[in-house]
């Protein structure tokens, strides 16, 4: 069975320093990572993919199999990323999505 | 285009009553999921609708279930509400060929007293 962890439930940094929210999965195939953001009083929307291998206001996550980790990171954390992030996996052709229980992340100026 | 909509946003209910939601895909999405977030957990995947058909479900027991219309529009109905079914009930929608890209709704927040 797949599943995703997401250790912290509450994250605090100051303005401008970097930002790490750990991600763990358990999947014995190859699965298919997503970060997903709810900023306050909006609905759940897509910030990226690992597929993609892209940059989304400044954030990136790696898929590191080895580690079964998609940890997101970002350099300098600004106060508008003050949001509740969740890891979610997908696998294959399951087509359905297994979410972490989410990291509220709070940027303090 | 008004993205992925559901109705009604809040509902209360009592135990043992039945409930519906409704949900309308984003435009040019033809797959519907739903999914159930109770307090401070993620989203826990209930099923997925594609061509009118339940195509992948959840550990989810039989009193959940649903249906997909010809328009694509979805809904979630729940049989004999237990109070552990308070939640929020979020749909969300992608098109079958998009890599399961998935756009979420407001979701519906239901109460069961």
């Known amino acids: ?109 | 285009d008004a993205g992925v909509t559901q109705s009604p946003t809040h509902l209360i209910k009592t135990r043992g009553q039945q409930v519906t939601l409704r949900c309308s895909p984003k435009s040019g999405h033809d797959t519907v999921s739903w999914y159930q977030q109770a307090l401070g957990q993620g989203p826990q995947f209930i099923f997925q609708y594609y061509e009118e058909e339940e195509r992948q479900r959840g550990n989810f027991p039989d009193r959940f279930s649903g249906h997909q219309f010809p328009n694509y529009s979805s809904e979630l109905n729940v049989n004999a509400l237990l109070l552990g079914d308070s939640a929020l009930y979020l749909c969300a929608s992608s098109f079958a060929g998009s890599k399961n890209i998935q756009y979420f709704g407001a979701g519906t927040r239901l109460s069961v007293l």
């Open chain 1, 1 to 109: 069975a797949q599943r995703v962890t997401q250790p912290e439930k509450l994250l605090s940094v100051f303005k401008g320093a970097p930002v790490e929210l750990k991600c763990n999965y358990s999947y014995s195939g190859s699965p298919e990572l997503f970060w997903y953001v709810q900023y306050s009083r909006q609905r759940l929307q897509l910030l990226l993919r690992h597929i993609s291998r892209e940059s989304i206001k400044g954030f990136t996550a790696d898929l590191n199999k080895g580690e079964t980790s998609f940890h997101l990171k970002k350099p300098f954390a600004q106060e508008e990323d003050s949001a509740m992030y969740y890891c979610a996996l997908n696998s294959g052709s399951a087509r359905q999505l297994t979410f972490g229980s989410g990291t509220q992340l709070t940027v303090l100026p």
